[in-house]
T-cell receptor, first 113, second 112 residues
Framework: DAGVTQSPTHLIKTRGQHVTLRCSPI?????VSWYQQVLGQGPQFIFQ???????GRGNFPDRFSARQFPNYSSELNVNALLLGDSALYLC????????????FGPGTRLTVT | KQEVTQIPAALSVPEGENLVLNCSFT??????LQWFRQDPGKGLTSLLL?????REQTSGRLNASLDKSSGRSTLYIAASQPGDSATYLC???????????FGPGTRLSVLP
């Protein structure tokens, strides 16, 4: 079975631009979470979606938004990019919202210049 | 607010040694604790999940324990190998349905 997939793998953007990152969860998983990992730190929670509804939001500005589609895939959007948004963006899926184990994708490396 | 720390930040050992990685969390009302491995520039690979009602989990050369009263979890790696070189992260799930809070990780190097 395929694991969690994310696209693109790498992305380079300029300050002020907009970016869309995509995630496909493991087949049958209904919950998707997004994390930001800055170099040398642990992942920081951004959003959780379950059954197409936002179920949790971390301490990130309104420039960050996300959505989940009927097939449970998800998009993370970031507007007005700042240099500090450069990071590895990780998507994790789990069977249900409160399911015990999370499975992570390979991440999208975003560089803002 | 749950906070997670990991000690040491980095560790270098010769091949074959047994080692222990430490994870501490501030709120003992933890739901689950999960250990992950991360290779450079890659995503997280789940190693072991300890549910709140459990005290330890084992998989191959790995053993993880959880002591909620002291706010600590340890990951024991037996007979370390160069392929074990990676960053090891622990994540604490504060309550049912909430997302994980991660520590900064321990960077492990196993020298041949």
């Amino acid at each position: 079975d395929a694991g969690v997939t994310q696209s693109p793998t790498h992305l380079i953007k300029t300050r002020g631009q907009h970016v869309t990152l995509r995630c496909s969860p493991i087949s049958g998983h209904k919950s998707v979470s997004w994390y930001q990992q800055v170099l040398g730190q642990g992942p920081q929670f951004i959003f959780q979606y379950y059954e197409k509804e936002e179920r949790g939001r971390g301490n990130f500005p309104d420039r960050f938004s996300a959505r989940q589609f009927p097939n449970y895939s998800s998009e993370l959007n970031v507007n007005a990019l700042l240099l500090g948004d450069s990071a590895l963006y990780l998507c994790a899926s789990s069977l249900e919202q409160g399911a015990h184990e999370q499975y992570f994708g390979p991440g999208t490396r975003l560089t803002v210049t | 607010k749950q906070e997670v720390t990991q000690i040491p930040a980095a560790l270098s050992v010769p091949e074959g040694e047994n080692l222990v990685l430490n994870c501490s969390f501030t709120d003992s009302a933890i739901y689950n604790l999960q250990w992950f491995r991360q290779d450079p520039g890659k995503g997280l690979t789940s190693l072991l999940l300890i549910q709140s009602s459990q005290r330890e989990q084992t998989s191959g050369r790995l053993n993880a324990s959880l002591d909620k009263s002291s706010g600590r979890s340890t990951l024991y790696i037996a007979a370390s190998q160069p392929g074990d070189s990676a960053t090891y992260l622990c994540g604490a799930q504060p309550h049912y349905g909430q997302n994980f809070v991660f520590g900064p990780g321990t960077r492990l190097s196993v020298l041949p």
